[in-house]
């Protein structure tokens, strides 16, 4: 596989399956037995915030914007590098150049104010917020600390169960400990995407299931058909 491909996949090993909403997700439903029952049990996505969020008034509305104006470019420069197939540099560089000034700017807000509250932008801000986070791949100190951040705030964290699951994998795999929920795969050496090291994998789908993830044969499907490659068992 081409080294390029290999980077950005690696960089979007966290990036979350949408709302299956789309003509796409449609596809990804008729690929993936199981994933229309699941996704229908487990509402997310855009439509899902703003059904949370309902008509809850923003105390930090600018802030929300600012947020969901970065999340866009995140969406848009990965959206870009994954369209080529085999990504060109410069699509690569612009994925590292919108991370890096993400997360230059968000360091500043949680330096000023601390990370984002539910109240001061909602569930789609708290989305958007957690995006940035879980990209912010190049200051591992930084995820752990939104993790702890997070963690600490318990039932009123403002981000689903699922996502702070996958931050608290990720931030795992950089301190070079075995993953929980088995959200991270890379590509390996054959080109296929497999998972990364993982705590007590006979457990595995038990903990997905409590922090409101797809099963892994599910998940599994979804990436081998979001990716068009073939997903190690």
Excluded at 26 to 34: E, F, Q, R, T, Y
Excluded at 133 to 159: C, K
Excluded at 209 to 233: D, E, H, K, N, T
Aim: one cysteine or more.
């Amino acid at each position: 596989m081409d080294r390029a491909r290999v980077v950005l996949l690696t960089l979007l090993a966290a990036w979350p399956v949408g709302g299956f909403a789309t003509d796409t997700d449609a596809a990804l439903m008729k690929a993936c037995p199981g994933l229309a029952a699941w996704a229908e049990q487990h509402p997310h996505g855009d439509a899902a915030a703003a059904k949370a969020d309902g008509g809850r008034h923003a105390l930090a509305p600018t802030l929300r914007e600012a947020l969901a104006v970065r999340a866009a470019a995140d969406a848009r420069v990965r959206d870009a590098a994954m369209a080529q197939g085999t990504p060109s540099q410069d699509a690569m560089q612009a994925v590292l150049a919108v991370d890096r000034d993400n997360l230059a700017w968000l360091k500043g807000v949680v330096a000023r104010q601390g990370f984002p509250t539910l109240a001061q932008v909602g569930a789609q801000g708290m989305a958007d917020a957690w995006l940035l986070a879980q990209h912010a791949d190049r200051d591992s100190a930084f995820q752990l600390q939104l993790l702890r951040t997070l963690q600490a705030r318990g039932a009123d964290a403002g981000v689903r169960k699922q996502d702070l699951a996958m931050l608290t994998d990720r931030v795992l795999l950089a301190q070079g400990k075995p993953q929980r929920y088995g959200t991270q795969f890379k590509p390996d050496a054959s080109g296929a995407l497999a998972m990364q090291p993982v705590e007590d994998e006979a457990g595995l789908d038990a903990r997905r299931a409590s922090a409101g993830l797809m099963p892994l044969a599910i998940y599994r499907c979804v990436l081998g058909a979001s990716y068009a490659l073939p997903v190690a068992q």
